[in-house]
């Protein structure tokens, strides 16, 4: 079992830049793709972005691309997600998650681990 602890959400205006990160601890980060998804006030949980088990595969959904990036770091066990250009309908609950295998998914239930979650605030 895998344990994963988001870190860098906050309160940020319209157009600013926040770098998420994610640690992982237990089970091993690097034989496994990770994502990250988020979840609005009312809305379900999405998918953002995923990364590969080495980095190979990146994905991002069209309603970031341009904006945010996935990138991850596997001496430091750590996933982030860089976002730029924040807006008022990014602001949600982010949350990291570990895929069951090397590859990244769109589903949800593909991933066997989870974050608490941090928040992130756009403010207009």
């Known amino acids: 079992q895998v344990q994963l602890v988001e870190s860098g959400g906050g309160l940020v205006q319209a157009g600013g830049s926040l770098r998420l990160s994610c640690a992982a601890s237990?089970?091993?980060?690097?034989?496994?793709?990770m994502g990250w998804f988020r979840q609005a006030l009312g809305k379900e949980r999405e998918f953002v972005a995923g990364?590969?088990?080495?980095?190979?595969?990146?994905y991002h959904a069209d309603s970031v691309k341009g904006r945010f990036t996935i990138s991850r770091d596997n001496a430091k066990n750590t996933v982030y997600l860089q976002m730029n250009s924040l807006k008022p309908e990014d602001t949600a609950v982010y949350y990291c998650?570990?895929?069951?295998?090397?590859?990244?998914?769109?589903?949800?239930?593909?991933?066997?681990?989870w974050g608490q979650g941090t928040q992130v605030t756009v403010s207009s």
């Open positions: 998650a570990q895929s069951q295998g090397i590859s990244w998914s769109r589903d949800q239930s593909d991933y066997a681990s």
């Open positions: 237990g089970r091993s980060f690097s034989s496994y793709g």
């Open positions: 990364i590969s088990w080495r980095g190979g595969s990146l």
